[in-house]
């Protein structure tokens, strides 16, 4: 079973509540527009809150979706991008896969980066579910091009997918060179991957201080990874093994594991 399953956001957007004060910095700023912010997270694996279904952003995004379809049609490849995100994810209209495969292939086809790079991964990691609505795909090795080409020229969404396709083919160490300059540079997802590389032993030798180190670093940020529930039980792990072992840490971050899973629960219900 591969460790990293998921660790890019492809489709699904897991959020947080932001009435709980240890991540009171999640919260959707109402003043600015809704898209961009929900189109980060998306991209960059945050969690955040209030859902998209959430009354007190539904009809700011029902604006913003309008504005949006109109610049699309006229002809906007970045427009075009957000409309097809919107139909796919339900950001102010009703999901449409099918509308979101169509609009988001015009962005992709008027060579726009972000919908490349989206088209690829829902083609990559969601094929199952979305395969049905892509129509005329390019070839495994385009779409892979794609990413390279973007990576090359600093793209950190880039940089990231192709981190994640070397994790899922079991190219630990070149995943390992990607992450680290990542790592040491603030990105919170390459940190999370070295913690686990250190964490198994995937391509390193086992070292659960280096994994402890860059485990800590990914759950400062704020808004939190959606990958925290997996960083802190691995953590909780690290404190059972012979030289680390401390019963009360393992309580500890088994009741932190518990506090954010209850929270997430609470702002998706």
Avoid at 92 to 99: L, P, R, V
Avoid at 103 to 124: N, S
Avoid at 147 to 158: E, F, G, L, R
Wanted: glycine residues 6%; proline residues 3%; positive net charge.
């Amino acid at each position: 079973m591969n460790k990293f399953y998921g660790i890019i956001a492809v489709v699904v957007l897991f959020l947080i509540s932001f009435n709980i004060q240890a991540y009171e910095n999640v919260q959707i700023n109402l003043k600015k527009k809704l898209f961009e912010q929900y189109v980060f997270a998306y991209d960059n694996g945050f969690a955040i809150c209030p859902t998209q279904f959430d009354p007190k952003v539904m009809d700011k995004l029902k604006f913003e979706f309008s504005d949006y379809l109109k610049q699309a049609k006229a002809g906007s490849s970045k427009a075009a991008y957000y409309v097809g995100l919107a139909y796919l994810n339900g950001f102010g209209i009703k999901i449409d896969n099918s509308e979101g495969m169509r609009w988001l292939k015009k962005a992709v086809e008027a060579d726009y980066t972000p919908a490349q790079l989206a088209y690829a991964g829902f083609y990559r990691y969601r094929k199952k579910n979305y395969g049905n609505f892509m129509n005329d795909v390019p070839s495994n090795e385009q779409m892979l091009n794609w990413i390279k080409s973007a990576a090359t020229n600093d793209n950190i969404i880039a940089q990231l997918a192709l981190e994640t396709i070397y994790l899922d083919t079991d190219q630990y160490q070149k995943a390992f060179a990607l992450a680290e300059p990542m790592a040491k540079k603030g990105y919170a997802i390459p940190q999370y991957v070295l913690g686990t590389l250190y964490y198994y032993g995937l391509g390193v030798e086992i070292d659960y201080a280096k994994a402890l180190y860059w485990y800590q670093l990914a759950l400062k940020h704020d808004p939190p990874l959606r990958k925290n529930t997996d960083i802190m039980g691995n953590i909780s792990q690290i404190y059972t093994k012979p030289g680390f072992s401390n019963t009360e840490k393992v309580l500890y971050w088994n009741n932190k594991m518990k506090e954010f899973e209850r929270v997430i629960n609470h702002c998706e219900n």
